[in-house]
């Protein structure tokens, strides 16, 4: 059983920034982030494989968030830049017993408890 643990988030303006972490109990493999926001259904956000390689992103965060990992750390990052109100969501780690990364919820095995990202206009 692998427990994630993650951490980072807070209140920010929009136009700023924040990092979350995912620290992971044990040896993880694909990862995720997702998020849910008041009212609305989990959605992706990105997603990382195993070695660090290939990187999946939703559209509505390609090119302000980047997904890194540090597998020495068992850690997985989100870097979140030039966040938008509508980016206001708990923001989920997902670990899954497979190399690669997935954009769908139904693919992970493991979930953190979430960390709350709001972001004020």
């Known amino acids: 059983q692998v427990q994630l643990v993650e951490s980072g988030g807070g209140l920010v303006q929009a136009g700023g920034s924040l990092r979350l972490s995912c620290a992971a109990s044990?040896?993880?493999?694909?990862m995720g982030w997702f998020r849910q926001a008041p009212g609305k259904e989990r959605e992706f956000a990105a997603a990382?494989?195993?070695?660090?390689?290939?990187?999946y992103y939703a559209d509505s965060v390609k090119g302000r968030f980047t997904i890194s990992r540090d597998n020495a750390k068992n850690t997985v990052y989100l870097q979140m830049n030039s966040l938008k109100p509508e980016d206001t969501a708990l923001y989920y780690c997902?670990?899954?017993?497979?190399?690669?990364?997935?954009?769908?919820?139904?693919?992970?095995?493991?979930w953190g408890q979430g960390t709350q990202v709001t972001v004020s206009s």
């Open positions: 990382i494989n195993w070695s660090g390689l290939s990187l």
């Open positions: 044990g040896r993880t493999f694909g």
């Open positions: 997902a670990a899954r017993r497979y190399t690669s990364g997935s954009t769908y919820s139904h693919d992970y095995d493991y």
